[in-house]
């Protein structure tokens, strides 16, 4: 219901009510059953929140659907940013001091005392910007490591954070 009148939708041929509530694009099995009772071929899955769950490849090949982008694999070592960063690593791809990986609030203190601050935590699995807090001071570092650790787990359902 949110998107019947968004600017996106206009120009669409076809659309399909996945439901009122605002999170029902998130719904992965109702979008292939529904592209399958009309059947549909491919799915290109846009940007952000469901397209970058790794199930939904995998969910549309076992339905006979063409998935438009990445592979599952492919989504699970790109969208996990501590595994991308050892790989960019490993390749010789520069990249910006930080954690080698997922932290508590002790070692993000030890992080951010050696590679000074302000510092960025942020959520392990996502993207989109969330699960991203400043952290100006150290005094801070604590809170804000609880705030972006509990949206890390209600956004992405992995609550660890890196510097």
């Known amino acids: 219901d949110v ?15 996945l439901g009122e509530n605002s999170r029902s694009y998130l719904d992965i099995d ?13 799915i290109h899955p846009g940007w952000g929140f469901a397209s970058e769950d790794d ?15 990445p592979t599952s694999e492919a989504m699970r070592l790109l969208g996990n940013k501590v ?10 791809i520069p990249v910006v001091p930080g954690s080698e990986g997922a932290v508590s609030v002790e070692e993000a203190k030890k992080v ?12 392990e ?20 490591f609880i705030k972006a650790s509990t949206l ?4 992405f359902g992995n609550p660890r954070l890196y510097v």
Not at 34 to 39: E, H, I, M, N, Q
Not at 125 to 137: A, C, D, W
Request: glycine residues 14%; charged residues 20%; proline residues 3%.
């Open 3 to 17: 998107d019947k009148t968004a600017p996106f939708t206009s120009g669409a041929q076809e659309l399909l009510h």
């Open 30 to 42: 109702k979008i292939i059953s529904k592209a399958k009772a009309r059947g549909v071929v491919a």
């Open 112 to 123: 951010a005392a050696e590679i000074g601050l302000p510092v960025m935590l942020k959520a």
């Open 125 to 144: 699995g996502g993207g989109g910007g969330r699960g991203i807090y400043e952290v100006f001071s150290e005094d801070q570092l604590a809170d804000a």
């Open 83 to 92: 595994q991308v960063r050892a790989l960019a690593q490993k390749l010789g």
């Open 152 to 155: 890390a787990q209600a956004s």
């Open 55 to 69: 199930s939904f490849p995998t969910k549309c090949a076992d339905a006979g659907i063409i998935f438009i982008g």
